[in-house]
């Protein structure tokens, strides 16, 4: 059973920081691009952040030079390193797994809420 638990959310001021984890069970993993997307209130699910079996990595350009993404093959844990929040940034957070890097999230999580207070 495959299973993405994310953790880390919270509440912060504008210009603090938050990281995220999301713990993955069930894959294989080391051939899997993992990623990051948001979804602010009323807003559709926008994607954030990926980082592919390589350690190639992918942002949104509203969040480079703020967040990091990165990913630990042997505890099959990924992190979202967030820096410098802004109100706009607040959002429900959710990981998600690409198989076999495919290009498509087949599996997500349940999300951690992220609120950024001004």
């Known amino acids: 059973q495959v299973q993405l638990v994310e953790s880390g959310g919270g509440l912060v001021q504008a210009g603090g920081s938050l990281r995220l984890s999301c713990a993955v069970s069930g894959l294989t993993f080391s051939s899997d691009t993992m990623g990051w997307f948001r979804q602010a209130p009323g807003k559709e699910r926008k994607f954030v952040a990926a980082?592919?079996?390589?350690?190639?990595?992918y942002y949104t350009d509203s969040v480079k030079g703020r967040f990091t993404i990165s990913r630990d093959s042997a505890k099959k844990m990924v992190y979202l390193q967030m820096n410098s929040l802004e109100p706009d940034d607040t959002a429900v957070y959710y990981c998600?797994?690409?198989?076999?890097?495919?290009?498509?999230?087949?599996?997500w999580g349940q999300g951690t809420q992220v609120t950024v207070s001004a």
């Open positions: 980082i592919g079996w390589s350690n190639t990595i």
């Open positions: 998600a797994a690409s198989l076999e890097s495919s290009g498509t999230y087949e599996y």
